[in-house]
């Protein structure tokens, strides 16, 4: 059994754990409910992008010139996968589950033989994935000076992406990321941007629009956006999830602390128990044989 | 019969306006201004840099926005756009800082002819600002 000193001295940074990791969840609390806010808020711009273009592709007049960020290059061999992660630890099982989606799907691919690359958005990711597919990281960003996701970050992803698909250098962009349904609950995602995935997707409007100028042109314009606000919505997500993740680490950090304090707390009070009876027994018996 | 709609604009970071009583808004479509009044064609285009005025009871408003596109549909017209600002919160020194970022941006010698433009765009835009 350790000595009392000993124990004592276990409780007291078990204590001082415990400390950091309240701190850190009502850190993350606060920080969960901006970013959920902002998650929010980002919506409606991305599900109106998302309705312009199901209303620009269902009105498209010439089907064999549509923009290759929408109908494809026409092969699958290359593959981009963007993966993005946090740039902090401490928060659960965030970004091992992201990476565990983007390893299975990886996999995937590979054993199809198609061509494999990887971004990394975001330094966790990056530390995960080296190990394995060190080869096939192409870029990796982090945003660790900006405090909140924002779309001038995103923007520059979605350039980048953009950049390397016109010069040829991909054929597909599939996004990983973390969507926030509640504090317990983050679903990995894996999204197709490039080329956009519409089907099953009925446009809501028997109207016709009026184009100025025309679809092709609207449309050239505005995919790229497109790409800016998908990559911009995952970053929301994300955030929002990376908190909420955290928030309930830390929760059960705590309570697991709470629990191992009150064990070695009975543990020291019984073995100074044990201590002070030995003594007695010593004194006694030792009066005793006077 | 009321002669207004509703307008809306968002940008990716919140809804950033919100309303109902416009009877007119002039928008910069890329191919020269767009004035739309209720029970307009349903149209979709897209903004070049420039100024959006919103004409309505409580007041007239001007916005200067970057990019953007226009949806009406329904006497809803829904204004997505990534860089905005309202001119009246927008002071001489904000101009200045956007009007030089754009120079810089029109004065550099690798840009494509449509991003030049833009930027060409920017600069008049706000040169007419001040």
């Not at chain 1, 060190?134 to 660790?144: L, T």
């Not at chain 2, 285009?45 to 200067?64: A, Q, R, T």
């Not at chain 2, 930027?119 to 040169?127: M, P, R, S, T």
Request: with cysteine; proline share 2%; charged share 30%.
């Amino acid at each position: 059994m350790a000595s009392l000193d000993d124990l004592k001295k276990r409780i007291a940074s078990v204590k001082s754990t415990q400390k950091i990791t309240k701190a850190m969840k009502m850190v993350a609390a606060a920080k969960l409910r901006r970013a959920q806010e902002s998650a929010e808020k980002g919506r409606p711009y991305s599900e109106k992008m998302n309705n312009v273009i199901l209303n620009l592709s269902n009105g498209i007049s010439d089907k064999e010139n549509t923009p290759k960020l929408l109908s494809g290059t026409g092969q699958e061999k290359t593959h981009l996968c963007v993966v993005m992660t946090s740039d902090r630890g401490l928060c659960g099982g965030f970004n091992s589950n992201i990476i565990k989606k983007a390893k299975s799907y990886f996999a995937k691919i590979l054993d199809e033989g198609k061509e494999l690359k990887i971004i990394t958005v975001g330094s966790k990711g990056n530390d995960q994935l080296k190990r394995v597919y060190g080869d096939k990281i192409i870029e990796n960003i982090s945003f660790k000076e900006s405090k909140n996701a924002n779309y001038f970050d995103a923007d520059k992803v979605g350039k980048m992406v953009i950049e390397k698909f016109e010069a040829g250098e991909f054929d597909v962009c599939t996004i990983f990321y973390n969507q926030f349904k509640n504090v317990i609950t983050q679903i990995p995602q894996a999204q197709q941007i490039i080329p956009l995935n519409n089907e099953g997707e009925e446009s809501n409007s028997e109207e016709s629009y009026e184009f100025e100028p025309d679809e092709d042109e609207i449309l050239s314009n505005l995919l790229p956006k497109n790409i800016s606000t998908q990559i911009f919505k995952a970053m929301l997500e994300n955030s929002a999830s990376e908190q909420g993740s955290r928030m309930s680490a830390m929760d059960n950090a705590t309570r697991n602390a709470g629990e191992m304090v009150d064990k070695l707390t009975i543990e020291y009070n019984r073995s100074r128990q044990a201590a002070i009876t030995k003594e007695l027994i010593e004194i006694i018996s030792g009066a005793e044989s006077l | 019969m009321s002669e207004e709609f509703k307008v809306e604009i968002v940008n990716p970071e919140k809804s950033f306006l919100v309303k109902d009583d416009v009877s007119e808004v002039v928008v910069p479509a890329f191919e020269g201004e767009m004035g739309i009044l209720k029970d307009h064609i349903s149209i979709i285009s897209f903004l070049k840099p420039g100024i959006i005025k919103i004409l309505s009871k409580s007041g007239d408003e001007n916005y200067y926005v970057e990019d953007g596109i226009v949806e009406f549909k329904n006497n809803n017209l829904s204004i997505l756009t990534s860089t905005i600002f309202n001119l009246a919160d927008m002071d001489k020194s904000k101009q200045q800082d956007l009007l030089k970022q754009a120079e810089e941006e029109a004065n550099k010698t690798d840009i494509n002819d449509q991003s030049k433009y833009l930027a060409d765009q920017k600069v008049e835009v706000l040169k007419t600002l001040n």
